[in-house]
Every structure is written in structure tokens, then in C-alpha cells.
């Protein structure tokens, strides 16, 4: 299973009272709503249900360990990670560094 930097980070290094919203990549032969009660028995909240059947999901620091040994993931990352786009959404809507 694929752990972004951002959140083997926070996974090693919890901040006390903190919280950080997590894309969970569900695996092709996952039940999502299995995956969806897991995250929510580790700590965890379900904002949305994303395309093909992955969530998002908001979590304490400290319970990051626990969403990330979830049965049927097959990735974790930050929700700043993905990118959500609409039809509405226009060039105005994306920011650029550099």
C-alpha cells in the first residue's frame, strides 16, 4: 500500500490535538462501506465519498497509525494531495507556485 510523505509523517510524529484530512484509495476487491466503518471504528470521519469508491475522511494526528492498517487501502494520502475538479471550475480557480 502506497503512505504519502506527508502522511508517514504525521503517522511517525503525531501532533496532540491535531486533525488532518485523508484520501483513502480503496482497493479494486474492497467493500467501500466496510472501509468506510473501519475509519470511522479508528477515529475517524467520512466528509465525502469520492470517485471510484474512495473517501475522504477527517482524523486526530494520532489515530493516523490506525486508518493507515485499514484492510482493503490501497493508498493514504492528504486530501490537499488531490485534485477535485468540477465542470465549474476555471483557470482562476487554480493557483500556480513560482
Known amino acids: 500500500m502506497y503512505v504519502s510523505r506527508a502522511v508517514k509523517s504525521i503517522r511517525e510524529d503525531p501532533i496532540e490535538g491535531e486533525s488532518v484530512g485523508l484520501a ?6 474492497a467493500d467501500p ?19 471510484f469508491d474512495d473517501l475522504a475522511v477527517s482524523v486526530a494526528h494520532e ?11 490501497d493508498a493514504v494520502e492528504t486530501t490537499d494531495a488531490i485534485a ?7 483557470d482562476e480557480d487554480v493557483e500556480f507556485d513560482g
Open 33 to 51: 462501506d466496510a472501509v468506510a466503518a473501519a475509519a470511522q471504528a479508528a477515529g475517524g470521519t467520512v466528509e465525502r465519498r469520492l470517485q
Open 84 to 90: 477535485i475538479t468540477t465542470e465549474a471550475a476555471t
Open 63 to 73: 489515530a493516523v497509525a490506525d486508518v493507515c492498517a485499514i484492510d482493503g487501502l
Open 24 to 29: 483513502l484509495t480503496t482497493a479494486d476487491d
